[in-house]
């Protein structure tokens, strides 16, 4: 597993992309269009698109309802980072938000600091199921910094056949 | 946009497009008050329409169903693609939703 998560992070970084935008629930939808629109080229599968979609969607909305408590302020900002290794993406999520006290707490599934929101508590266990890496990193007061990779598509495969 | 149509004891929820964050707040919000003006004690989540859901789908059948549980009432979902379907299957909504196939 060590070995893998190595190997990927040596390789050449083949696409970038960096992204800003306001902590706002209309950017969830936004952000996760962004995402999907950035490895179109890597031929995912509808599955992988899916699985993609919704990580980032979990992300997102965790910097806008819990990192920013929902507030809806424009200069609360959120940045995403994509980068492409050949065909295993990488997201970074990241907020300057209120942060999270108790990382292995907030990723236990059920677990929610908003039961009266109506939120299941199933944000990080969506993120970890859906993606092949997940690592948070948060500071009280400082914010969020959220990383998920996953390998797309099956364009390597298809060459390896070849 | 998504549709609310009561029939006999059942609030019917026909869901829109995407289910996220952003549209959940409004559908529970509409939905609670079928509950509550209608007196209705079953629910069923029409998924027809629905290609995308994050958890923020689990939390509007989890409040959907603490509300009307007590009373007796069910929570069905119908018409949910296989993406769907995995999306509930993960959260172990099987255990409190009927997922009905077609």
């Not at chain 1, 979609?53 to 959120?78: F, L, P, W």
């Not at chain 1, 938000?97 to 039961?115: F, H, Q, R």
Request: hydrophobic share 40%.
């Amino acid at each position: 597993m060590i070995e893998v998560i190595d190997k990927r992070n040596t390789s050449k970084i083949t696409n970038e992309m960096r992204m800003e935008f306001a902590a706002l629930s209309d950017n969830e939808a936004f952000a996760r269009m962004a995402v999907a629109a950035f490895i179109t080229p890597l031929n995912p599968t509808l599955e992988e698109m899916s699985d993609v979609k919704t990580a980032i969607s979990e992300a997102v909305t965790n910097a806008v309802i819990h990192g920013y408590e929902n507030r809806n302020h424009m200069d609360d900002r959120v940045s995403m980072t994509c980068t492409l290794r050949g065909d295993v993406l990488e997201v970074e999520i990241s907020d300057r938000g209120i942060g999270i006290e108790n990382v292995s707490l907030a990723m236990e599934p059920l677990y929610t600091s908003k039961p009266e929101q109506d939120r299941s508590g199933m944000g990080f266990a969506f993120m970890e199921a859906f993606m092949d890496n997940l690592e948070v990193e948060s500071e009280v007061g400082s914010g969020t910094f959220v990383r998920m990779c996953k390998k797309i598509g099956i364009s390597s495969w298809i060459d390896s056949e070849e | 946009m998504e549709e609310y149509k009561v029939i006999d004891n059942y609030l019917m929820i026909r869901l829109p497009n995407e289910i996220d964050h952003h549209k959940s707040v409004d559908i529970s919000t509409k939905a609670d008050r079928y509950i509550m003006t209608k007196k209705v004690g079953n629910v069923v989540f029409d998924f027809e329409r629905t290609t995308f859901m994050d958890s923020s789908g689990i939390g509007i059948i989890l409040g959907r169903y603490k509300k009307i549980a007590c009373f007796g009432g069910k929570v069905y979902a119908i018409n949910a693609d296989s993406r769907i379907r995995r999306i509930l299957l993960l959260s172990g909504m099987q255990n409190i939703v009927e997922i009905i196939s077609n």
